[in-house]
């Protein structure tokens, strides 16, 4: 309950204001010197029933990036049962349940709920980790070492696998991801990646992430679509790059402000909801 509270209302919202923004005033134009990828993207109008489509995430094409939350929202509904197998089980048989989840990603259908499933097993089993002194012991300069190569791991595994198998970067990147994790719960030391993690302005964009993620598609497409429609096809053509990091710094800095508002308006109310709504329940089944 508490995580259909946390995670629909600030979609349904971020959803309702692209629907919006598009229907209103959006018509489909293919600039030159743009990529196959920009110019899928809203082709055509957004029906009703593509709407209520999106709305229910039966599809996620709208804002593309909410497909990872329809995996989220699935996995919550059977993380109650996948929490209690790994608390009653030792390492042993965890990391068989962990090796079963990453078979059927593997073998299985090419849904990204089976196939992401056993990132959350890994997250449920990283406590396990944490008893280890294996990071909490070693010098700064190794565990620096160690963070590095899990973000190489992670940043290049979809470049070299994806072409010899659709699951294999997903599972390097739920492997490289955990080890990340594990890494920075371990470790109070003074490295280079703890300081940068501890800087306001990281720590404030953290913060709102959840929004600046569910905003940033649209707005970095309105900010490109705009920007094509004033610069001469010639000057894009000359200056991709410059273009590009444009793009880039304007969407950042305007999507960072909408995500404040979002989570101060939006996210805050409904995680306070979400937890009323959720002791209630807790009540009422107690009673039972």
């Not at 259909?4 to 030159?32: C, E, N």
């Not at 089976?114 to 980790?129: D, E, K």
């Not at 791991?153 to 696998?161: E, Q, W």
């Not at 920007?227 to 800095?253: H, W």
Request: with cysteine.
């Amino acid at each position: 309950v508490k995580r259909m509270f946390r995670i629909y209302p600030t979609y349904f919202v971020s959803l309702t204001l692209i629907v919006l923004s598009i229907a209103l005033f959006h018509k489909y134009v293919q600039f030159p010197n743009t990529s196959v990828w920009f110019n899928w993207w809203y082709t055509e109008g957004i029906s009703f029933k593509y709407a209520l489509e999106n709305y229910f995430l039966l599809d996620t094409e709208i804002n593309n990036v909410a497909w990872t939350l329809k995996v989220e929202l699935l996995i919550s509904l059977i993380f109650p049962l996948i929490y209690l197998l790994n608390r009653w089980f030792g390492l042993m048989m965890n990391l068989s349940i962990l090796l079963g989840l990453i078979c059927l990603g593997y073998f299985g259908p090419s849904i990204p709920t089976v196939q992401y499933a056993f990132m959350f097993y890994i997250g449920l089993m990283l406590p396990s980790f944490l008893k280890s002194q294996h990071f909490t012991t070693a010098s700064s300069f190794r565990v620096n070492l160690y963070f590095a190569i899990s973000l190489v791991f992670l940043l290049s595994g979809r470049v070299f696998l994806a072409k010899i198998h659709g699951f294999l970067p997903i599972l390097v990147e739920g492997i490289a991801s955990g080890f990340l994790i594990w890494i920075l719960l371990s470790t109070e030391a003074n490295t280079f990646f703890n300081r940068f993690l501890k800087l306001d302005l990281v720590r404030k964009l953290g913060k709102y992430s959840y929004s600046f993620y569910l905003y940033h598609f649209i707005v970095m497409y309105w900010v490109a679509y705009g920007l094509l429609l004033m610069i001469q096809p010639e000057i894009s053509a000359k200056y991709p790059v410059i273009l590009s990091g444009l793009i880039a710094l304007i969407s950042i800095v305007i999507s960072y402000f909408l995500a404040i508002q979002s989570y101060e308006r939006v996210e805050l109310p409904m995680i306070s909801q979400g937890s009323l709504v959720a002791e209630k329940y807790t009540a009422a089944s107690r009673r039972v």
